[in-house]
């Protein structure tokens, strides 16, 4: 009887023991929040173009130069479930997706992807895009859109991405004088970047350009 009554004890006691040890690893246990992609997002996916009415101040001028809209863009990525834009500003970064659409006017934006994305946007290619687009991080915004690699602007950031790593063409490339550079707002920023030695043989890619390629289709537009 006393062998069975210690029995009872000690296991009693043993149960208490786990009893407090879980409610500690439970107590101790930082809490775990499931990751979840923003609403309205979901349909996003690494490679997207995204467009904006940008607010700095040469926007104008390239809206009237290009007739367009849109002034700015970049290549969105997805990295652990949250996404970012992948922009050619001061100097070329990654920004927070939500933060780079309240930096646009009035917070609009479009995003495009390939028509044959499917076959074109693999996981491999997805990769190829971002390790291709490493080279320019922190480099030097272009104020003067010079075709080269040592400073670069928001569409050249994308067009070479895109060229180098998939061997794909997004927009047609222009020279300077292909623009409308009639109004006084465009001739003004001309004058400050370049003086009176225009060059206006220049390759140039415009948003503009970009945004209408018959390559892309749109997928999202608030």
Request: overall charge negative; charged content about 30%.
């Amino acid at each position: 009887m006393r062998n069975i009554i210690i029995l009872i004890v000690l296991g009693l006691m043993g149960g208490f023991g786990l009893f407090v040890l879980t409610i500690r690893m439970m107590v101790d246990k930082p809490k775990e929040f499931p990751r979840t992609v923003a609403a309205g997002h979901e349909q996003l996916q690494s490679g997207d173009i995204i467009f904006q009415t940008s607010k700095s101040m040469q926007s104008n001028a390239i809206q009237l130069a290009t007739k367009s809209k849109y002034s700015h863009m970049g290549v969105i990525y997805e990295i652990d479930e949250q996404f970012f834009v992948y922009e050619a500003i001061q100097p070329v970064q990654l920004t927070g997706l939500e933060e780079w659409i309240k930096r646009g006017e009035g917070s609009h934006f479009v995003v495009k992807r390939l028509k044959d994305y499917e076959k074109i946007l693999t996981n491999e290619n997805q990769q190829r895009l971002k390790d291709f687009g490493e080279k320019f991080k922190g480099k030097d915004y272009d104020i003067y859109f010079e075709w080269s690699d040592d400073k670069i602007y928001c569409s050249e950031l994308v067009w070479k991405m895109y060229k180098e790593a998939l061997g794909i063409e997004i927009g047609e490339l222009q020279e300077l004088k292909d623009f409308d550079l009639t109004s006084d707002v465009v001739k003004k920023k001309m004058r400050e970047r370049y003086g009176d030695k225009i060059p206006v043989h220049e390759k140039v890619i415009s948003p503009a350009a970009m945004f209408e390629s018959d390559k892309l289709v749109t997928i999202r537009e608030n």
